[in-house]
């Protein structure tokens, strides 16, 4: 299935494309002092080699702009600056060379300022994204609704945008960003209605794991399946590299980006299962991702149905008596000692990266099939089909059969 993205016009942030022609890209924020320069690189670094394409800082005194000049050099990706209250801070942050502003109209209101930020913005080819948030809303608007509505965010929004585009700057993206699940749904969908500009995606303040992660992901996960939303970001209380992962991690699930990081799947276990599940699968999970293992992986805890439910992923491991059955796309290629299972699911990952899911199907163990069939057949001798498959074609044969007397 594909998701049909709302149309928008196209902008880049230094080399990132954004909007409906290019693939939604990550955002995370930096957390240390923008002045200390080495330890914001080191941070933009690690933020950027865990998934995201676009990073965010605060530039909020003097020497954090003066610390932009060598940090927007020097970062592998696209810098943007975060601007609170001092719209001579914006301008500073041009200055020094960043690929974009992030603006709060709640907290920079006069309109002279916003429009000569815009100028040096539109002067230096770089984009403005107007960042309205429900914890930081004009007081004039919060009076008019009561309280930080869709309606008010929107409201806000278009205010800001109007500043801009009086004096022709276009080159804008925008975010509705709201604490509450439900108001920032509404609000970003509202915001999609009256304009066509892309849109920046975010649950604000969404708080620590695993609140957080659930929030955002609910969050952006229903818009972004709307075909709403061109950009990212997981706002969590915890390390931005954690950020980076959950954003890259649930685009890769969607399929709105290509993977390249382990989508590791696992049966929940049951009364059937002959090993440990949880612990085996953690233990996969632990061993691929220390390998930067870059495909979908199951775990599941019965030879019975496993090989066949996750016939999808691409490698899989089933665990029945003593035995795990290793799997390639529901086909089972070799069968291996229960101690043996996760060594094994990390050696053909690795090979499977290397040669291809072709190549490695044609190595696969000649024996292994049968050997597979002769362990489902134990043990469904010893445990019953779960499914009564036998019991049931017998009775569907039965039913379809008897003459109708009537």
Same mark, same amino acid.
């Given at each position: 299935?594909?998701?049909?993205?709302?149309?928008?016009?196209?902008?880049?942030?230094?080399?990132?494309?954004?909007?409906?022609?290019?693939?939604?890209?990550?955002?995370?924020?930096?957390?240390?002092?923008?002045?200390?320069?080495?330890?914001?690189?080191?941070?933009?670094?690690?933020?950027?080699?865990?998934?995201?394409?676009?990073?965010?800082?605060?530039?909020?005194? +003097?020497?954090?702009?003066?610390?932009?000049?060598?940090?927007?050099?020097?970062?592998?990706?696209?810098?943007?600056?975060?601007?609170?209250?001092?719209?001579k801070l914006a301008l500073a942050a041009i200055e020094a060379g960043v690929q974009g502003l992030r603006l709060n109209p709640g907290n920079i209101r006069k309109e002279s300022q916003i429009k000569e930020v815009a100028k040096a913005a539109l002067n230096a080819k770089i984009p403005i994204r107007i960042g309205v948030n429900g914890g930081s809303l004009d007081k004039d608007l919060l009076e008019k609704y009561g309280?930080?509505?869709?309606?008010?965010?929107?409201?806000?929004?278009?205010?800001?945008?109007?500043?801009?585009?009086?004096?022709?700057?276009?080159?804008?993206?925008?975010?509705?960003?709201?604490?509450?699940?439900?108001?920032?749904?509404?609000?970003?969908?509202?915001?999609?209605?009256? +304009?066509?500009?892309?849109?920046?995606?975010?649950?604000?303040?969404?708080?620590?794991?695993?609140?957080?992660?659930?929030?955002?992901?609910?969050?952006?996960?229903?818009?972004?399946?709307?075909?709403?939303?061109?950009?990212?970001?997981?706002?969590?209380?915890?390390?931005?590299?954690?950020?980076?992962?959950?954003?890259?991690?649930?685009?890769?699930?969607?399929?709105?980006?290509?993977?390249?990081?382990?989508?590791?799947?696992?049966?929940?276990s049951c009364g059937r299962a002959e090993v440990d599940v949880i612990k085996i699968a953690e233990e996969a999970q632990n061993a691929l991702n220390n390998e930067n293992i870059p495909l979908q992986v199951a775990v599941m805890g019965c030879v019975v149905n496993g090989p066949g439910e996750a016939r999808s992923a691409d490698l899989g491991i089933a665990a029945g008596k003593n035995k795990g059955h290793l799997f390639?796309?529901?086909?089972?290629?070799?069968?291996?000692?229960?101690?043996?299972?996760?060594?094994?699911?990390?050696?053909?990952?690795?090979?499977?990266?290397?040669?291809?899911?072709?190549?490695?199907?044609?190595?696969?163990?000649?024996?292994?099939?049968?050997?597979?069939?002769?362990?489902?057949?134990?043990?469904?001798?010893?445990?019953?089909?779960?499914?009564?498959?036998?019991?049931?074609?017998?009775?569907?044969?039965?039913?379809?059969?008897?003459?109708?007397?009537?």
């Open positions: 299935m594909k998701t049909n993205r709302r149309k928008t016009t196209q902008i880049h942030v230094g080399k990132v494309g954004v909007g409906s022609e290019f693939p939604i890209s990550v955002q995370s924020m930096t957390t240390t002092k923008t002045r200390d320069v080495e330890a914001t690189l080191t941070q933009i670094y690690e933020i950027a080699s865990n998934g995201a394409d676009i990073v965010r800082v605060t530039c909020n005194e +003097v020497e954090a702009a003066e610390g932009l000049v060598e940090i927007t050099q020097r970062s592998p990706v696209p810098i943007i600056a975060d601007i609170h209250f001092q719209y309280d930080s509505t869709p309606e008010a965010l929107v409201e806000s929004a278009i205010k800001e945008l109007r500043y801009l585009e009086d004096v022709d700057f276009n080159n804008i993206k925008i975010s509705v960003k709201h604490s509450n699940v439900p108001l920032m749904i509404e609000s970003y969908r509202l915001l999609a209605e009256k +304009v066509n500009y892309p849109l920046h995606l975010g649950v604000t303040e969404a708080g620590p794991l695993p609140g957080g992660l659930i929030k955002s992901t609910a969050g952006i996960a229903t818009l972004l399946n709307e075909g709403i939303g061109d950009t990212i970001r997981f706002s969590l209380t915890t390390d931005p590299i954690e950020e980076a992962k959950s954003g890259r991690q649930l685009l890769e699930y969607l399929g709105l980006r290509e993977r390249n990081s382990l989508d590791l799947i696992a049966c929940p390639i796309k529901g086909e089972v290629v070799k069968v291996v000692d229960e101690k043996e299972m996760v060594t094994s699911l990390l050696d053909e990952a690795k090979l499977i990266v290397e040669e291809g899911i072709e190549a490695r199907l044609a190595k696969a163990d000649k024996n292994a099939a049968e050997i597979a069939q002769n362990d489902v057949d134990d043990l469904l001798n010893s445990q019953g089909d779960i499914n009564n498959f036998l019991k049931r074609k017998k009775s569907v044969v039965e039913i379809t059969s008897n003459q109708d007397n009537d």
